[in-house]
């Protein structure tokens, strides 16, 4: 019962959890937590909006273009 309601429900959403987090964040955490897989985002995408929303709570630019510094599995 328990593995059948975790498989089932959606994981609780990060902005009622921690209130205050940036919505942006909330959604990516959100959609990683997708019980579909290809719902969830690619490792470029995560990377790409954690770096903003560090950059945006640090006030400054992002340090690293990560399209930039990602390298695939070869």
């Keep these: 019962e328990i593995l059948d309601h975790h498989r089932r429900s959606p ?6 959890a921690a209130p205050g987090t940036p919505l942006d ?5 959100d ?8 719902q969830r985002p690619e ?3 995560v990377l790409r909006v954690l770096g ?3 950059a945006r709570l640090s006030g400054a630019k992002p340090a690293v273009d990560y399209r930039a510094t ?4 070869e």
Excluded: Y
């Excluded at 964040?25 to 955490?29: F, Q």
């Design 52 to 54: 903003e929303v560090r």
């Design 11 to 16: 994981a609780p959403s990060l902005g009622e």
């Design 31 to 38: 959609r990683l937590l997708d019980k579909e897989p290809d």
């Design 70 to 73: 990602w390298r695939f599995a």
């Design 25 to 29: 964040l909330v959604r990516l955490v």
């Design 43 to 45: 490792d470029a995408e």
